[in-house]
Each structure stands twice: as C-alpha cells, then as structure tokens.
C-alpha cells in the first residue's frame, strides 16, 4: 500500500474556537500521537485529507506527514464528524511503523452470482460488511472478497472459509458467519411452524406421562 503524503501545520493552538477557525480556512484539525511521542496538536488541508481517505485504501491509508521539519508515518484512527453534514471535523493520527502489526477493519464485499439461491427464491443474507484483521501497514488489504458462486440454500460462508493474503490474519472466530444462503419466507415460514408443532406435541406426551406417574405393584 503506498504511502499519501500530506503537508501538516504543528504548534496550532488548542480551543473549540481555534478549531472552528481552522475549519472556516478549510483545515482539519487533529493530533498526532504513539510510539511514547508526546502528542502533537496538528492541522491539515481538509481537501487533501478528504482525498487521501477516499481512495481503495479507505481510513486504512498510509499516511505519512511532514509536520514542522518531521515525518510522521501514521494512519487516520479515530474521525470525528459534524452530525448534519458528515463533514470531518476532527482526526487522531495514529503514528506506526512499517514493521509493525497493527489492527485494522477492512471491508468485505461480495463477487460472483449466487445462481442456487436465486434460482430457489432464496436471499443472500450479508452478515459481515467489515472483518477486523491485523497486519503489517502495507499488508493491509483494502477489502476482503467473498465469492458467492457455490453458495446454496442453507449454505453459510464462514470467517474460516476467507482466503485472506499472507501476512493478514483474521481477528474473528473460524465459526462466525459471513454470509447466508436464505430460504424462502414461505418455507422459512412452514418449517418454523412445523418446530413449533413438533415440541408442543412432544411437550404433551411428556406431561402427560408426568401426570399418570410411576404404576404401583398389584397386592397378591
């Protein structure tokens, strides 16, 4: 994954009404931190950093700022956004190292056509949209790919079955879920009901024998 570089003003002053200005001029402010580095209160261009986060990479980009004569390789670990416009308005850089592990969440997207499950009235039931991983900075991948083609009615796609890239490790149990093949909502239906049916009259064959008890012996 290669690294965006992005120019950052340091030594901005810290305040609510400082932040608000900045944001007018068209910057974001943040704060650099990890590694045992004291925290540095930072600002960068917002277009810029809208741009870095928007590509394949998402929030997982490599991140290197050149901040005051310094070069912070870093990745974007906590956005904070106005509630109303969605627009950033505050950002964490996490520094770290290229020879690292660190945690990332990475999204999972669906390819090929689930021919059995469509041909059988069934739904594709996506039950995990991001799978967290860890890895090294440049191993991150920027999504995962589930391949759908063999699924069937019934059939589940688990955490397990992931082909994820060497040096990506998942960091979810191999038995959880990612996606489902769905019956219909007729059969689901009739085959709830069948259970349903099936343990209320199991359930009244066992109070019923509770009921007439243990037979006593017969007096000679």
């Known amino acids: ?49 809208r741009a870095a986060l928007s590509g ?14 310094r070069t912070f390789l870093t990745v974007a670990r906590e956005l904070q956004r106005d509630p109303v416009r969605g627009t950033v308005t ?7 190292r290229r020879d690292e592990v660190i945690a990332a969440d990475v999204p999972v997207v669906l390819v090929g056509e689930a021919t059995e499950v469509h041909h059988g009235d069934g739904v594709v039931d996506q039950q995990l949209f991001t799978l967290p991983v860890r890895a090294k900075p440049a191993d991150i991948p920027t999504h995962v790919e589930v391949d759908i083609a063999e699924l069937t009615i019934g059939g589940v796609i ?4 992931l082909r994820l890239p060497d040096g990506v490790a998942a960091e979810l149990e191999a038995e959880v879920p990612v996606v489902t093949g769905v019956p219909p909502r007729v059969q689901a239906a009739q085959e709830g009901e069948a259970e349903a049916t099936a343990g209320a ?20």
């Open 201 to 220: 009259v199991a359930g009244a064959e066992h109070g019923a024998g509770d009921a007439a008890g243990p037979s006593e012996p017969q007096e000679g």
């Open 56 to 69: 394949d990479a998402g929030t997982n980009a490599l991140l290197s700022l050149n901040a005051g004569g």
């Open 158 to 161: 688990r955490v397990g079955d």
């Open 90 to 96: 505050h950002v964490d850089f996490q520094i770290v």
């Open 1 to 49: 994954m290669p690294e965006i570089v992005l120019e950052a003003e340091v030594g901005r002053p810290i305040g609510s009404s400082t932040s608000r200005r900045l944001r007018a001029a068209g910057k974001i402010p943040g704060i650099v931190y990890g590694h045992g580095s004291e925290p540095v209160p930072v600002a960068v261009p917002a277009r810029e950093l």
